[in-house]
């Protein structure tokens, strides 16, 4: 848990200073972003594995494009809590992985 709160305040640092170097990702989202998605929503060794690894594939070898983070959770049984929503899961083939996307800008 102190591994995942120190994580994602480095993501959020960096985040706040890369536009003064530029757009240079070749993703959406980009890879900051993918990895605070990730690191919030899975497995935290998980979540530095598959940042590890498209970190590697922003270059100019690789196309780039569309790639939202892809999941594995096990949904329950849902309760009506009065929060906003922050992500959105959407299901894919594999029965119980889901893709992330961001629901607002706001959420907490």
Known sequence: MILKKILIKLIK??????????NK???Y???STYSLWLIE???ILKAIFKSFF????????????IEYPKIKKQIK????IK?????WLIPTNKKNYY???KANNDGK
Request: hydrophobic share 30%.
């Open 13 to 22: 640092f960096y985040k706040y200073f890369s536009p003064l170097f530029g």
């Open 25 to 27: 990702c070749r993703y």
């Open 29 to 31: 989202p980009t890879c």
């Open 41 to 43: 929503n899975d497995n």
């Open 54 to 65: 498209r970190i590697l594939r922003c270059n100019q070898l690789f196309k780039g494009g």
């Open 77 to 80: 049984n849902i309760k009506y």
């Open 83 to 87: 929060k906003g929503v922050k992500y």
């Open 99 to 101: 893709y992330v996307i």
